[in-house]
């Protein structure tokens, strides 16, 4: 049901998808940066 109502985020970055595997402080942050703004958008739908 998500992806029929738009709301899937498919992470196609690698370094977005490391990140979120890392298990570092720095690779949480990074993750965090910059996946908010993929999930943000599909969320107001």
């Known amino acids: 049901p998500s992806?029929?109502?738009g709301r899937?985020?498919?992470l196609?970055?690698?370094d977005?998808?490391?990140a979120f595997s890392?298990?570092?402080v720095a690779g949480t942050r990074y993750a965090l940066d910059?996946?908010?703004p993929?999930?943000?958008e599909?969320?107001?739908a």
């Open 16 to 18: 977005l998808s490391n």
């Open 22 to 24: 890392a298990a570092s």
């Open 8 to 10: 899937l985020v498919v």
């Open 3 to 5: 992806a029929r109502d």
């Open 38 to 40: 993929l999930f943000a």
């Open 12 to 14: 196609g970055d690698t």
């Open 42 to 44: 599909p969320l107001k």
């Open 34 to 36: 910059n996946a908010v």
